[in-house]
């Protein structure tokens, strides 16, 4: 079956440092890929559109800069955390849909990250 | 507001037990809606899409069914076991057929 794998699976680091977290589509292409993150005990929330070969789309309320996403190829989009502070802390999750659409995701194994 | 809301935040069943679970949702009106499975420290799993024209959809001991007049979805899984033990989300399709918006979210605990 399809897989999506995450790298890494935690990552602890200091205030101030970036962090960059990898999402590849192991078996399929994906020109779309989805980043959430998640708190505990809380539901998914989506972060951002991840489109291979042109411009991320951020949803309401998240920060472009400080959450980079590229896509910078048909199996690979890649999530850094800028500057990272403790509140970033999270549990971060990539998704990618097969076949061009959203009918069925799959979703990655998760980051946790955590800012001291 | 829109709203996608998941009946508890915890169910205990005893195994063999069916469990259902609930996702109801205002102020959207979506073209289907999935179920999936999150288990801790981990992403989530797939389980069963379910279409507005489609009433009732089943893969093995699972059942789920959509009433897009009541606009709510009812999630069962029949002869439960502890290994059935997780969290399970529901999922909209939203924001223009490209976006997946989750529920709060199910924690589902299955004892012997």
Same mark, same amino acid.
């Given at each position: 079956g399809?897989v999506?794998?995450?790298?890494?699976s935690?990552?602890?680091?200091?205030?101030?440092?970036?962090?960059? /977290?990898?999402?590849?589509?192991l078996?399929?292409?994906?020109?779309?890929?989805f980043?959430?993150?998640?708190?505990?005990?809380?539901?998914l929330?989506?972060?951002?559109?991840?489109n291979?070969g042109?411009?991320?789309t951020?949803?309401?309320g998240?920060e472009?800069?400080?959450?980079? /996403?590229?896509h910078?190829?048909?199996?690979l989009?890649?999530?850094?955390?800028?500057?990272?502070?403790?509140?970033?802390?999270?549990?971060y /999750?990539?998704?990618a849909p097969?076949?061009?659409t959203?009918?069925t995701?799959?979703?990655?194994?998760?980051?946790?990250?955590t800012?001291? | 507001s829109q709203?996608?809301?998941?009946?508890s935040?915890?169910?205990?069943?005893?195994?063999?037990?069916?469990a259902?679970?609930?996702?109801?949702?205002?102020?959207?009106?979506?073209?289907?809606?999935?179920?999936?499975?999150?288990?801790?420290?981990?992403?989530?799993?797939?389980?069963?899409?379910?279409?507005?024209?489609?009433?009732?959809?089943r893969?093995?001991r699972?059942?789920?069914?959509?009433?897009?007049?009541l606009?709510?979805?009812?999630?069962?899984?029949?002869?439960?076991?502890?290994?059935?033990?997780?969290?399970?989300?529901?999922?909209l399709?939203?924001?223009?057929?490209?976006?997946?918006?989750?529920g709060?979210?199910?924690?589902?605990?299955?004892?012997?």
């Amino acid at each position: 079956g399809a897989v999506v794998s995450q790298h890494p699976s935690w990552v602890i680091c200091k205030s101030g440092t970036s962090v960059k /977290i990898e999402c590849r589509s192991l078996d399929f292409q994906a020109t779309t890929m989805f980043w959430y993150r998640q708190f505990p005990k809380k539901s998914l929330m989506l972060m951002a559109t991840s489109n291979e070969g042109s411009k991320a789309t951020y949803e309401q309320g998240v920060e472009k800069d400080k959450f980079l /996403i590229n896509h910078a190829s048909l199996t690979l989009s890649t999530l850094t955390v800028t500057s990272a502070h403790p509140e970033d802390s999270s549990f971060y /999750i990539c998704s990618a849909p097969r076949g061009g659409t959203t009918d069925t995701q799959y979703f990655g194994p998760g980051t946790r990250l955590t800012v001291l | 507001s829109q709203k996608i809301e998941q009946n508890s935040e915890a169910l205990n069943i005893q195994e063999g037990k069916t469990a259902t679970l609930t996702c109801n949702y205002t102020n959207y009106s979506p073209a289907y809606l999935q179920w999936y499975r999150q288990d801790p420290g981990r992403g989530p799993v797939f389980l069963l899409l379910i279409r507005e024209n489609e009433k009732e959809k089943r893969k093995e001991r699972l059942k789920v069914t959509f009433d897009t007049t009541l606009k709510q979805s009812l999630f069962h899984i029949t002869a439960s076991q502890p290994a059935d033990s997780a969290t399970y989300l529901c999922a909209l399709l939203t924001g223009g057929g490209n976006k997946l918006t989750f529920g709060t979210g199910t924690q589902l605990k299955v004892e012997l």
